[in-house]
């Protein structure tokens, strides 16, 4: 027990420096990025440390100690008498950078912004009801904002007529998701199960006009503000099934395959506008109300996986497609008022990991016993702008250290590089423009915890006071 907590001290304090080693600023919020200004933000990858560790890949993943919260088929497998707990934690380091392009077009800087976030990523819960049914708890981040963006007008003009005009936007907060899952297994090798996952969640986004410098005689208005809060709350739905083509002692292939119901989240808007001059502040009074073609929604989605397990090897293969764009064809967002059009765009993402724990029983060498992952995530982001597609990269690794022989328990860490870019640039106005890209880094910190002794409190039925 001793050395178990020490394990889970050091990494817990690994995953809190490692983010404050880097002179940066450092928040909670899980997305810091230009790409989380429209719809419900920048989408966050789910599942375990584990799982993530090998790419984010699970919708076939069937295992005795491994919370699937993917398929929620995967709950049948839950055996009697026992119970699942995980919990992690992410931190996050980003680098973005933006070419600046003179008026031939040839790159002339660079705009790099730096920082750091870390926040928990998920609690699981799964435990059995009855022989062949289980079901399985989740919260989790689905979607997160943040970013910081400042412009300066460059008219002429207005430079002379006015003073210097100042464009700023900010955005912050996030979209959860709290999912109750239940698989059932009607026949041996075959599973079946629906999902009830309820969105909630709260972003603010902030654009704001100042004058400095002003010139003389140019009027008595320098600043207009105005925010816009959403507010979410509503229900969707998931299916998914499994079926184990080869299953034996030793062996286990299963092919998975899930369908969210997605649509629109609805969200209650509310929009306030604040004018300030030299005299006074003026804010206007706030609209509250629920528009039918506000740009939140999740995508109607389908997903199909395999899984393969032996004692020594496990591999994994997903892949995903979303329709963002049949479900938003009305929406055209326009990038900070310049009429560059941002447009939802269907994607496709393929997840693939490989897992090595070369021998699980091991009692004399720790290191045996230990599984060492890998894995790569390669799609598209949901949104183009200005007509350019946006790629998404990742490569992952990870290690998992069981806390006993025998035992289905562990600690999981988890690494995690991954780049948003695009292949070219945009025009505006006769002007080169370039898209940011994203790199990231990131560490998570997960424990799995599986308890199946019978002589467990939470399933013995006390037989005296």
Known sequence: MRSLIKILLGVVSLVVLMPITVSAQTSSVNAYSPYSMYGPGELLTPGTVQMRAMGGAGIGVRALGQVNILNPAAASVI???????DMSFDGTHFRNSQPKFDATGAVKSTAKTVYNTINIHNIYLAFPLAKGLGAMV???PYSSVGYKLKLTDQNDDN???IG??????????DISEVKLSLGWEPWRNFSIGVAAKYYWGYIERTYRTSVTDVVTGSGTYASTE?????????????????WNI????????????TYDLGGRLN??????VYTNNIINSLQSNPVRDRIDNVELRVPHQVGVGLFYRDRTIAWALDYNYAAWGDGNKSFAENSNGSNVAVMYTDTHDIKAGFELTPRSSDVRNYFNRMSYRIGARLGNYYQTFGGERVNKLAITAGLGLPVKVWGASSVNIG????RMSSRGAISHGGQKVGLVTQNYYKISVGFSLFSADTSDYWFVRQKYD
């Open 79 to 85: 055996p009697r008498k026992s119970f699942l707990f």
């Open 138 to 140: 989740s919260v989790a």
């Open 159 to 161: 430079w002379a007529d």
């Open 164 to 173: 210097r005009v100042m464009y700023g936007y900010n955005g912050d907060g």
């Open 226 to 242: 105005g925010v816009d809060k959403y507010r979410v709350n509503n229900f969707k739905f998931q299916a998914g099934v499994q």
């Open 246 to 257: 080869l299953y034996s002692e030793t062996r286990i292939f299963t092919v998975g395959a």
């Open 267 to 272: 969200p209650e808007k509310e929009s306030f």
């Open 415 to 418: 690494f995690e590089y991954g």
